[in-house]
């Protein structure tokens, strides 16, 4: 078709009446002479299909519609020539067929501009022909309108005159024509209704319009939403919500002086550089009349580029200007009150253009090695030479920088062809750097430098290794949780991307806990920390994997076992377990005054939870009513006598023991033990029950006193009958314990093993003990046998005991307490008055059942 016409231009230039008369230097007699004298054919399709059609799909038959053969295609080494870097069609020589190569966006490739084309040109060798192929691509609506907000945020007040309007935020939609934005609508509601508008460029915008005032002591706030919905089929729409919060009494709206400003600005301007002021008023006084300023209804790309000061108006340049991406820019200023109202004018800013974009230079083709036998004019590139800018500062002129035996054509507008100029000598030069400079019209002017080597050569195969198979971290236990344990390295062979190394903790768990509660590791660097601080009782070691990872496509990767020892610190000190300290009772072991040197008094039984060293115990006598009565066994605790018991040591023996860990710092514990130097129990229980007697009479002392002088003459009745009584009951009480030998089996914790190693003995004991109430008061008879004597005494015991009976046969009768049944050791005893008590014990738990109650202890 443009070869026909340029036909007619030449055809009527010699008819003097022709309308298409056109001069000979026309640019369409030029092409034709051009392709006359350089023997070029050239042609033009023009093909139309919707986007995103599937890559395969037919576009056309360009040998059909061109007319050419397909031996013509293939010896002609027909190729296609684009200025894009993405070549969206593909051209099949061997059938003839343009068929889709890559998927085509219109929204990508043209934006809102419509019609949508892209064209490229058929090249062909010896002779050489350029046929122009331009495609146009439909719009298929494959996108809705999207708010650039979720929420719309209105504050309107309810002074606000029906017919007020608020502008609201556009929709965008990427679509065009029909598929395009089409229209808005509004929820239901009482007060608004919504009106559209048209913008000069075609876009649509709405406001909502008050159509019944506001009441903000009924509604204070108010819910609506704005859809917008394009014209495709089918439709699509988006939406979001406008969220009005209703004010107090503010009857005037801001005004602009202006509804239109106009102003231009050079692209690349620096930024904070000055635009526009934007004015507007309002008759309100104080803080009803404040008012600030923003940009709405503002496309993202705009946004970006320009801000405003809310309170001048000031509109300057907050990012970078190109010319080339929009050389003009339409936005909306809104002007606020404090009470909400608004009034919005239009900014429309032009851009200038400056000389800010080098010429690019792109390889269409490019051939190598050539042979030395080649014959000058030898094709062995074409380039595309392209200027983003416009006006002069686009105009290019290309050339070859050194002396070399090549030169550069120019056959079409911004395709230029690399060719041999003379016959090459592979013996003298074996090869070329060939340095083409493309340099603008501007000014100044810039230019453009690409090296063609006549002569042309790689992969991610290398995983990151580690220097060891095994990493052994120590750490001691109660750390601070972050400390850095250990850290692991990988070293990757491979460069850049490859060989950028990030360390993985793989997922496992320790006692059913994943190990990131444990320790952490840094990607890059790879150091592990502790998590939080450990305890070497509960744990004593952390397994783990680690990887290392490549940056590389597909990444590789290899792992490593990790593994981080606690190490014990002395933090537990050691705990007693035998004798057991009592808050109210008093525990004595008894030996009798005629035993032999080293007889086994007690032992201190104790252990530590912590382990080696730090657990081994020693046993140490820190004060006694007698050192030399005594002596403590400095590994098993043994308390045995030294020398013989005479009849002037006390009864009563006070021994306080401690007990120490062999670690750094050592860490200790006191225990006391009481014990009982008597042949019998009366001297026994009259020694120990003296204090505690003669401490309760001291403390009613005052009551007896007044009671005394209250009733004189009845006491001294009353004194003669308790004098007779306790004369009594002493005779009957020393037959009773006179007849009685006081049998009391020792008893021990049960057995503890030393599973870490320390020095505590590994013994059993069983331990019996009887205990009476008020023993002053009360007899007391003792059953069962055993090698050694304990007795434990309650001072704060009132209750009165009779006799006590060892036959355990009475405890199977209905009325006793079920804890007594069970593997209980008890006695029993009557009351004075009536009732039976029992007394039991259980290893270290002792409780006892007074008369018609219970209590444990």
């Not at 007020?164 to 965008?172: G, H, I, K, P, Q």
């Not at 392209?386 to 105009?395: A, F, I, P, V, W």
């Not at 939080?532 to 994997?545: A, G, M, N, P, T």
Request: charged share 20%.
């Amino acid at each position: 078709d443009y070869i026909l016409q340029t036909l007619v231009v030449i055809y009527c230039n010699q008819q003097p009446l022709c309308k298409w008369r056109v001069p000979f230097g026309h640019p369409r007699v030029m092409f034709l002479l051009f392709l006359y004298f350089f023997n070029i054919v050239a042609g033009q399709i023009r093909y139309t299909i919707p986007e995103e059609t599937k890559k395969g799909s037919l576009v056309g038959n360009v040998a059909q519609d061109l007319g050419l053969d397909l031996k013509r295609l293939r010896s002609g080494r027909a190729r296609i020539v684009t200025e894009r870097n993405i070549q969206y069609t593909e051209l099949k020589t061997d059938k003839g067929m343009l068929v889709v190569n890559e998927r085509i966006d219109r929204e990508q490739l043209c934006g809102d501009l419509t019609p949508c084309s892209f064209s490229f040109e058929i090249i062909l060798e010896n002779p050489m022909e350029l046929h122009h192929i331009t495609i146009e691509v439909l719009d298929v609506n494959d996108h809705p309108p999207v708010f650039k907000k979720s929420n719309i945020m209105l504050d309107i007040s309810e002074a606000a005159n029906v017919g007020a309007r608020f502008v609201l935020d556009s929709a965008e939609d990427p679509d065009v024509g029909v598929n395009g934005l089409h229209n808005y609508a509004l929820s239901s509601n009482d007060n608004f209704v919504l009106k559209q508008h048209v913008n000069p460029d075609g876009s649509k915008y709405a406001e909502m319009v008050l159509q019944k005032q506001l009441d903000r002591e009924t509604f204070p706030h108010l819910s609506l939403q704005l859809i917008a919905v394009d014209g495709g089929n089918p439709q699509r729409s988006g939406t979001v919500n406008i969220n009005i919060i209703v004010l107090d009494a503010n009857d005037n709206a801001p005004v602009f002086n202006q509804s239109v400003y106009k102003a231009t600005v050079i692209e690349n301007a620096v930024k904070g550089t000055y635009i526009v002021t934007v004015n507007a008023t309002d008759a309100d006084s104080g803080s009803n009349g404040y008012i600030t300023y923003s940009m709405s209804n503002v496309r993202s790309n705009i946004a970006d580029l320009l801000s405003i000061d809310e309170v001048s108006g000031l509109l300057s340049v907050s990012g970078q200007i190109d010319f080339e991406k929009d050389n003009k820019y339409e936005l909306r200023i809104d002007a606020k009150d404090q009470g909400g109202l608004k009034d919005s004018s239009k900014v429309i800013i032009e851009v200038t253009d400056v000389n800010d974009n080098a010429p690019t230079i792109s390889v269409m083709s490019f051939t190598s090695p050539v042979s030395e036998d080649s014959p000058p004019g030898t094709t062995i590139g074409i380039i595309n030479v392209k200027d983003l800018d416009s006006g002069e500062n686009g105009q290019i002129i290309c050339r070859i920088e050194q002396n070399a035996p090549f030169k550069i054509k120019s056959n079409l507008r911004n395709y230029y062809t690399l060719v041999t100029d003379t016959v090459l000598d592979r013996e003298t030069v074996s090869e070329y750097n060939i340095t083409v400079i493309a340099t603008d019209s501007g000014m100044p002017p810039l230019s453009t430098k690409r090296t063609f080597y006549l002569k042309v050569s790689d992969v991610n195969d290398n995983s990151p290794l580690f220097s060891e198979s095994v990493y052994n971290a120590f750490i001691l236990e109660n750390n601070s949780p972050g400390v850095s344990l250990h850290t692991v390295r990988a070293k990757d062979p491979d460069e850049n991307q490859n060989n950028r190394v990030s360390y993985i903790l793989e997922d496992s768990y320790i006692s059913g806990s994943p190990i990131s509660e444990y320790i952490s590791i840094n990607a890059e660097s790879g150091v592990i920390h502790a998590v939080r601080s450990f305890d070497y009782e509960q744990i004593k070691q952390l397994l783990f994997v680690v990887k290392a990872q490549d940056g590389g496509s597909p990444p590789l990767s290899s792992n490593v076992t990790v593994k981080v020892l606690i190490q014990d610190q002395n933090d537990n000190p050691p705990q007693v377990l035998y004798p057991v300290q009592t808050g109210g009772s008093l525990v004595a072991e008894m030996v009798p005054r005629s035993v032999d040197v080293g007889y086994l008094v007690t032992k201190v039984v104790a252990v530590d939870v912590d382990s080696g060293q730090n657990a081994w115990l020693s046993y140490k006598l820190q004060k006694a009513t007698d050192r030399a009565l005594f002596e403590v066994g400095l590994q098993n605790g043994e308390i045995r006598t030294i020398r013989q018991v005479t009849d002037k040591d006390a009864v009563k023996q006070r021994l306080t023991v401690i007990v120490e860990d062999n670690g750094q710092p050592s860490r200790s514990a006191t225990v006391i033990v009481n014990v009982a130097v008597a042949d019998s129990f009366p001297e026994v229980l009259s020694e120990f029950t003296d204090f505690t007697q003669d401490k309760e009479y001291n403390d009613n002392l005052t009551f007896y006193l007044v009671l005394a002088l209250a009733v004189v003459s009845f006491l001294f009745i009353t004194c003669l009958v308790v004098i007779i009584s306790v004369k009594i009951y002493r005779w009957r009480q020393s037959r009773v314990m006179y007849h009685s030998n006081l049998p009391v089996i020792p008893y021990y914790p049960p057995r503890y093993s030393d599973t870490l190693g320390t020095g505590t003995l590994q013994h059993v004991y069983n331990y019996e003990v009887c205990r009476t109430t008020d023993s002053r008061k009360s007899d007391c008879k003792f059953g069962g046998a055993g090698s050694q004597n304990v007795l434990i005494m309650d001072p704060s015991s009132t209750g009165t005991m009779q006799r006590i009976q060892s036959e355990k046969s009475i405890l199977d009768e209905p009325d006793t307490p079920l804890e007594v049944r069970k593997n209980i050791q008890c006695s029993l005893f009557r009351c004075r008055g009536a009732g039976r008590g029992v007394f039991c014990w259980k290893h270290r738990q002792r409780f006892r059942f007074g008369c018609g109650e219970a209590r444990f202890r």
